[in-house]
């Protein structure tokens, strides 16, 4: 397992350095910065970060070979006849359905009737956002099936992502010598690396309330493809489509002080080695009744290579938008934990998981060791004691599954007196595997106490380095959020036609600059020669008016002399 994935779970937190310039905004108009935003922006000197390398040749290469793989799929998808040579700006008539023909690239079994997707058939929160920067650009993108070119600067954003969670989420430091020492085989196949992103969630989840914040924590909603609607109850069908994301940041504080400065919502809520995760989610409930003055607010981290806040209008509404989607899922998710439990189970399914399959034995004293307040759990599950969750506890009971789950051959696999310690009392038969279904259980149970702290109060973040030299925040707007997801929505499922950017000098000279379809667009072109054919023709007709001024003027000489 990589260290990343360990630095998830843990529960010692230190506090991230803190902005200055905090403040709520309303968001009538969410594409523009409002007046104080603007004061902030031009206040901040654009200072150039030695930290940030210039392309180099090696990367221009690089760069180089990917536009020869990518431009030669896109120009045959939206091949021009009229223009030879430029990419149309229309859908692809042959596929039609951004989503379903390009993304998930779904086909239909003729015999069975049942979709297959040979691409990724969900969406994700970046994705909704089509007109952050050009929805051309982005269509491209789509079609070309291309994975879109990680220059230097994104590579510097993750890893500033990664040092501001694994400063809130240190790796505990008994995991890495359990990882060398450890006798068993870890698994870290796609289906245990979900079972260990379950278990980080959870951790993070009750590290919000144990610290008063977390990082990097899961969330997801669906959107039905026939009506474009967000789904809010059950999910029914497979039309409805997974939309995932990952919360940068979540904080509680105090409703009176509007800045960044955490509150947990009970600080005892770990204390003396609590290894029982029903008793933390008691606590967590008796907490919530007088947490009156309390709010969870979700926020997004942005990175940039200098001290500066982005200044085109559709990248400042696209990152409110990103965080209003992050808080919407996350209210859902916590609004009935039933319904939560089979948005979780589907989420697994949509990935190609089997939410039935057992977790390796292995993986699970992996687990424990990164966060024992499992343990009174894995031993309710050993002896077929109900966990508290009416869902997984009365499907456990219907189970008729003929296979055993056992950990009885770790007795004779582990010689570690350690292991043998802590974990002997789960070397024996199991009565009720552990699953994909537990995990999501306990996430559902939490996210349910996440959703009554919500905030109306939204921030995004921008950090240069290590520094949080700015906040931007800002008012959730649930209409604003379902207009957009509607929007979105008729682009990827192929119910309207690609927006570009609108065709002004403006706009190409700050959209298309570095662009990688900027040679071989036909928008562009067609823009620019609109631009420059309007440009003579105010020429001409200032060249007129010039000429017919100085008539005037010579004919009123004339009249007055």
């Known amino acids: 397992m990589s260290k990343r994935l360990l630095s998830k779970g843990t529960r010692q937190i230190h506090p991230s350095k803190i902005g200055r310039s905090t403040h709520i905004i309303g968001s009538n108009d969410i594409s523009k910065p409002t007046q104080p ?10 200072v150039k970060d030695q930290n940030f390398e210039s392309p180099s040749q090696y990367t221009s290469k690089a760069r180089q070979k990917y536009l020869l793989k990518k431009l030669p799929i896109v120009k045959e998808i939206f091949k021009c006849e009229e223009h030879p040579g430029f ?23 003729v015999e069975s009737g049942v979709a297959e997707y040979k691409g990724t058939a969900r969406l994700s929160v970046t994705k909704m ?38 400063a809130a989420h240190a790796p505990p430091l008994n995991v890495q010598d359990f990882q060398e020492d450890f006798e068993l085989d870890i698994p870290d196949d796609p289906f245990h690396s979900l079972v260990e992103e379950w278990l980080l969630a959870i951790t993070k989840m009750t590290t919000l309330f144990h610290k008063g914040y977390a990082r990097e924590l899961l969330c997801h909603g669906y959107i039905d493809s026939r009506t474009g ?35 947990p919502l009970d600080e005892h809520l770990l204390e003396n080695g609590n290894n029982d995760l029903r008793l933390v989610l008691e606590l967590i409930l008796d907490s919530l009744k007088n947490a009156g003055d309390l709010e969870v ?19 400042i509404k696209a990152s409110k938008l990103q965080v209003m989607y992050y808080r919407y899922f996350l209210e859902l998710l916590g609004n009935d934990p039933q319904i939560a439990y089979q948005k979780l189970l589907t989420n697994a399914v949509r990935r190609g998981f089997d939410v039935e399959r057992h977790v390796d034995p292995a993986k699970i004293i992996h687990c424990l060791e990164i966060d024992n307040t499992f343990m009174e759990d894995m031993k309710r599950l050993k002896s077929g004691i109900p966990i508290g969750f009416a869902p997984f506890d009365d499907a456990d009971k219907r189970s008729t599954s003929p296979e055993t789950y056992s950990m009885l051959s770790l007795n004779d696999k582990i010689t570690d ?22 995990f999501a259980a306990r996430m559902a149970q939490l996210y349910a106490c996440i959703a009554p702290l919500l905030s109306q109060n939204l921030m995004v973040e921008y950090y240069r380095g290590d520094y949080n030299f700015h906040n931007m925040a800002f008012a959730y707007d649930l209409q604003e959020l379902k207009k957009q997801s509607f929007d979105s929505a008729l682009f990827w499922f192929g119910k309207r036609e690609i927006l570009p950017i609108k065709q002004n000098l403006k706009n190409f000279e700050t959209y298309c600059k570095f662009c990688d379809y900027q040679s071989v667009c036909l928008w562009k072109k067609e823009g620019q020669d609109l631009c420059q054919t309007l440009g003579k023709n105010l020429a001409q007709i200032h060249d007129q008016g010039s000429l017919e001024s100085g008539n005037d003027l010579h004919i009123h000489h004339e009249t007055n002399s």
């Open 37 to 46: 935003e603007l004061d902030i922006i031009d206040g901040l000197t654009l």
């Open 87 to 109: 990419l149309s700006y229309r859908k692809p008539s042959h596929l039609p359905n951004p989503y379903y023909d390009a993304y998930a690239r779904r086909i239909i079994n």
């Open 129 to 166: 956002l089509t007109k952050r920067w050009c929805e051309l650009r982005e269509a491209f993108d789509i079609y070309s099936n291309v994975p879109i070119y990680e220059h230097n600067q994104v590579k510097v954003g993750k890893r500033e992502h990664q040092k501001l969670e694994d």
């Open 229 to 263: 609607e967000l789904t809010t109850g059950k999910v029914e069908d497979e039309e409805e489509v997974l939309v995932s994301g990952v919360v940068d940041h979540l904080f509680i504080r105090n409703k009176s002080f509007s800045n960044k400065h955490s509150v």
């Open 297 to 315: 607010i979700v926020s997004d981290v942005k990175t940039r290579p200098t001290l500066s806040v982005p200044s085109q209008s559709s990248v």
């Open 417 to 438: 007196l350690r292991i043998q310690q802590k974990y002997s009392e789960l070397f024996d038969d199991w009565s009720t595997p552990v699953t994909l279904k537990y």
